[in-house]
């Protein structure tokens, strides 16, 4: 794929969606934090589900912390691998709180020491919540890039690498959201809406999806 197909491709997801953000709901980097590390393996919708609850009750470094593991348990029941999740944000909470002076780091190297933090996390976090034009790569993410050409790689962090270099500057803040967005509902995994994509005409995926019968 070329400079000048992909500046389109970016064009038109940007015209579709001019001020694209996480489906998360927060309010400090702190829940964001949180929310991230409680969405690994688990929908956006049923984590906002969790923190409508958890974040009135306990929303900072503080609260959490106090609140503890055991605390945290009743909260996070309904989502995956809730058991870890609330080791980890309990633990995170009380670095932040023992480290950080209760703020969440801006630094890379201290975001992904705190646990529950992957390299995906703290690209979020650094992205969302403190502005920085990092591009977080998730399973939408990878799919998007691989199946369209935007971007390919063999691992997340090939095509991690390989966006940062290929999407101009004035996309880069924006890009991981757009493409998270376009693979959560339209170029979805089992069955991608080909027909009713904005980008159909400029994606190299060779087997697209064909138009029903009798739509339009």
């Known amino acids: 794929m070329n400079r000048d197909k992909r500046r389109l491709i970016f064009d038109r997801l940007r015209a579709a969606h001019p001020r ?11 829940q964001l934090l949180v929310a991230v590390i409680l969405s690994a393996q688990s929908t956006d919708r049923g984590v906002n589900r969790v923190t ?6 306990a929303g900072t470094p503080e609260a959490i912390a106090t609140l503890g593991e055991q605390g945290l348990v ?15 944000v309990a633990a995170t909470a009380r670095i932040i709180m023992e480290q950080h002076g209760g703020e969440v ?21 650094l992205n969302t ?17 691989n199946r369209t050409g935007i971007a390919p790689g063999r691992t997340v962090r090939a ?13 880069r803040q924006d890009a991981h959201h757009w ?15 080909c027909p009713g994509c904005l980008i159909a005409d400029l994606c190299e995926f060779r087997r697209k999806t064909p138009t029903e019968p009798g739509s339009r």
């Open 129 to 145: 919540a403190f502005g920085e034009p990092t591009i977080a790569v998730d399973t939408h993410i990878f799919r998007v890039c």
């Open 159 to 171: 095509v991690e690498d390989r966006l940062l270099r290929v999407v101009e500057p004035e996309f």
């Open 74 to 88: 009743p909260y996070l029941k309904t989502i995956g691998l809730w058991a870890n999740k609330a080791r980890n």
């Open 52 to 57: 409508r609850q958890l974040f009135p009750a």
């Open 105 to 125: 780091p801006r630094e890379r190297e201290a975001l992904e020491a705190l646990p529950g933090v992957g390299r995906k996390t703290a690209n979020v976090v």
């Open 20 to 30: 694209p953000t996480t489906e998360l709901e927060y309010s400090t980097p702190f």
């Open 179 to 193: 493409l998270i967005l376009h693979g959560r509902y339209v170029c979805k995994a089992r069955k991608p809406d």
